[in-house]
């Protein structure tokens, strides 16, 4: 059974810039693409970017320029680099699995707060 | 890219059916059958329900069913059950090799 678990700092300041990994367990993250999404405090949900293995990216435009993801494949993980945050970046940020056109395995989601 | 259209809320009685609609546009919804939908009880993460349009993955309930037209989607549940209670969201892949989502609509269970 593959697992997903969120891992990073809970508090961001503005300006600055929120990282978080996505560590794989049950799989290997070799085989399929990846993404992030993220869900502001009682809103929807909002994709951020995917990847593939070999570095394939794709990203939502609206967050392109402030955003990175990469994949450490040595320890079946991949990242989210997201920088100038603001209080509008506020959200919980959940990694998750592609396949069948679909987003099937999700991590249980971390809540990134960006406050002085 | 703008979110896909889901009304707020919908409710229904147990053993009842109910439907969801999700609208979009011809660059996501009506361009691919790549539609999936997404259930998320309070405090956790969404899980797939269905995906390219109608298929369910293994282990979700024949009680859950997806159909498309044109530019909408819609989610069908039926024989409502008070553990259907929770917020459901529809997704599509888009022109722009992205994904977008609804805005999520609340079903309560009466």
């Known amino acids: 059974q593959v697992q997903l678990q969120e891992s990073g700092p809970g508090l961001v300041k503005p300006s600055e810039t929120l990282s978080l990994t996505c560590t794989v367990s049950?799989?290997?993250?070799?085989?399929?693409?990846w993404s992030w999404i993220r869900q502001p405090p009682g809103k929807g949900l909002e994709w951020i970017a995917y990847?593939?293995?070999?570095?394939?990216?794709n990203y939502n435009p609206s967050l392109k320029s402030r955003v990175t993801i990469s994949v450490d494949t040595s320890k079946n993980q991949f990242s989210l680099q997201l920088t100038s945050v603001t209080a509008a970046d506020t959200a919980v940020y959940y990694c998750?699995?592609?396949?069948?056109?679909?987003?099937?395995?999700w991590g249980q989601g971390t809540l990134v707060t960006v406050s002085s | 890219q703008s979110a896909l259209t889901q009304p707020a809320s919908v409710s229904g009685s147990p053993g009842q059916s109910i439907t969801i609609s999700c609208t979009g546009t011809?660059?996501?919804?009506?361009?691919?059958?790549?539609v999936s939908w997404y259930q998320q009880h309070p405090g956790k993460a969404p899980k797939l329900l269905i995906y390219d349009v109608s298929k369910r993955p293994s282990g979700v309930s024949n009680r859950f069913s997806g159909s498309k037209s044109g530019n909408t989607a819609s989610l069908t549940i039926s024989g409502l059950q008070a553990e259907d209670e929770a917020d459901y969201y529809c997704s599509s892949y888009t022109t722009s090799s992205s994904w977008v989502f609804g805005g999520g609509t609340k079903l309560t269970v009466l």
């Open positions: 049950g799989g290997s993250i070799s085989s399929y693409y």
């Open positions: 990847m593939y293995y070999s570095a394939t990216t």
């Open positions: 998750a699995r592609y396949d069948h056109r679909a987003f099937d395995y």
């Open positions: 011809s660059s996501d919804i009506g361009a691919y059958n790549y």
